[in-house]
């Protein structure tokens, strides 16, 4: 059974980078496309970006000037890094898993963290 | 604002069936495959529908999905009350180059 976790502060400051890692357990990491999706308060869900386990990288292009998506294959992890925060980034941050390119087909997922931007 | 629109809300009685519509554009739904997704209140996302018109495992043969030219449904048939969640609509967009989410719509069984 695969499982996804995200970690990271659950608080960040306006202007700030947020950082998030997703652990994925259950399988390996390679072969796979793995993807940040984020959910504001009471809204729809929005593709951040994903990186296949070789390191290529495909972003959202509303977010991609603030976006940086890495991967650990050794630790089996990959990461989001998202900077010059505002209020608007406030969301649950979900990682999940993309079975293949130029699809959405999104097979497993994290139970989702909820981030605050505030001071 | 997302470019593959679906209705705010539906609603219906236990047993009924009801649909979801999905509208989108040649650059999304009408080539690309759609998938769905079921959302409970506080839980992550669930592939509920993938491919256009098929069911994941374990995903009961009530939910059914199509897709016609730049726009895709989903129907769900013998309502219940598990079945009241947030659902979404889901395709690669290719002036995005991208995936693309609907805005969601919240199904309520009353």
């Known amino acids: 059974q695969v499982q996804l976790q995200e970690s990271g502060p659950g608080l960040v400051k306006p202007s700030e980078t947020l950082s998030l890692t997703c652990t994925v357990s259950?399988?390996?990491?390679?072969?796979?496309?793995w993807s940040w999706i984020r959910q504001p308060p009471g809204k729809a869900l929005e593709w951040i970006g994903y990186?296949?386990?070789?390191?290529?990288?495909n972003y959202n292009p509303s977010l991609s000037s603030r976006i940086t998506i890495s991967v650990d294959p050794s630790k089996n992890q990959f990461s989001l890094k998202l900077s010059s925060v505002t209020a608007a980034d406030t969301a649950v941050y979900y990682c999940?898993?993309?079975?293949?390119?130029?699809?959405?087909?999104?097979?497993?997922w994290g139970q989702g963290t909820l981030v605050t931007v505030s001071s | 604002q997302s470019v593959l629109t679906q209705p705010p809300s539906v609603s219906g009685t236990p047993g009924q069936r009801v649909t979801i519509s999905c509208s989108g554009s040649s650059s999304n739904i009408g080539n690309y495959i759609v998938n769905w997704y079921q959302q409970l209140p506080g839980t992550a996302p669930k592939l509920l529908i993938y491919s256009n018109d098929q069911r994941p495992s374990g995903v009961p043969d009530r939910f059914s999905g199509s897709k016609s030219g730049t726009s895709a449904s989903l129907a769900i048939s013998g309502l219940q009350s598990e079945d009241e969640a947030d659902y979404y609509c889901?395709?690669?967009?290719?002036?995005?180059?991208?995936?693309?989410f609907g805005g969601g719509t919240k199904l309520t069984v009353l």
């Open positions: 259950g399988d390996s990491i390679s072969g796979y496309y």
């Open positions: 889901a395709t690669w967009d290719g002036s995005l180059d991208g995936p693309l």
């Open positions: 999940a898993r993309l079975q293949g390119g130029r699809t959405t087909n999104f097979d497993y």
């Open positions: 990186i296949y386990y070789s390191g290529r990288t």
